[in-house]
């Protein structure tokens, strides 16, 4: 909650969020174990160019492995620190892989399956990659505090995201905000 307060100006007495959006990442982390070693401390290690906002490590409510199973990591409605200036809104789904590891045909098909349940959820409206997140910077739905608190991302691409914006057509997901 103190997250919430401190970097987006919302006070609840809850850490929930209404999901509105969908955010897709890579882990750049190559096993299910290390990427849970990464997630399961409650304190940021290291990363300074995060921990200067907080130390609340960094967390997503789904993980898929590279095989396309999927963990929940977290409740669909509870904070999760994942995209800057719009995690009170957005479900983050991490992705087994990264640049040395590109993710899966597997790993598309769990994600549209799983974006299918949550749009039958929730009012998800919109669905990006983690590289597409700062379009939403200036728009009234980016909540960060620090204008200067911006981080260049590269997850999961381009690649991947039109080949599950495909799986996905006939649920017209917008990738950008209105302006």
């Known amino acids: 909650m103190e997250y919430l ?19 897709v990442h890579w882990t750049a982390v190559y096993s299910l174990e290390a990427t849970f070693d990464v997630f399961n401390p409650v304190q940021l290690a290291g990363r300074p160019e ?13 993980l898929v492995d590279r095989d396309g199973t999927i963990f929940r990591l977290l409740p669909d409605t509870t904070f999760a620190r ?10 983050g789904i991490e992705n087994i892989g990264g640049p ?5 045909r597997a790993q598309v098909k769990a994600n549209a399956e ?13 669905l990006i990659g983690h590289h597409e997140y700062d379009a939403f910077q200036g728009s ?13 991302k590269q997850d ?19 990738s950008r905000p209105e302006r």
């Open 114 to 126: 799983l974006i299918r349940y949550l749009r039958k959820k929730h009012e998800i409206e919109f």
């Open 156 to 174: 999961p691409g381009d690649r991947f995201m039109k080949r599950l914006r495909k799986e996905l057509s006939d649920l017209s997901f917008k």
């Open 100 to 104: 040395v590891a590109p993710l899966t």
């Open 5 to 23: 307060e401190k970097r987006h100006g919302i006070l609840q007495e809850t850490a929930t969020i209404e999901p509105k959006m969908v955010v």
């Open 50 to 62: 995060l921990t200067s906002a907080s130390r609340l490590n960094v967390s997503a409510h789904f």
């Open 140 to 152: 009234p739905l980016w909540k960060e505090s620090d204008p200067n608190y911006i981080t260049q």
């Open 82 to 91: 994942h995209t800057i200036g719009l995690n009170y809104m957005a479900i």
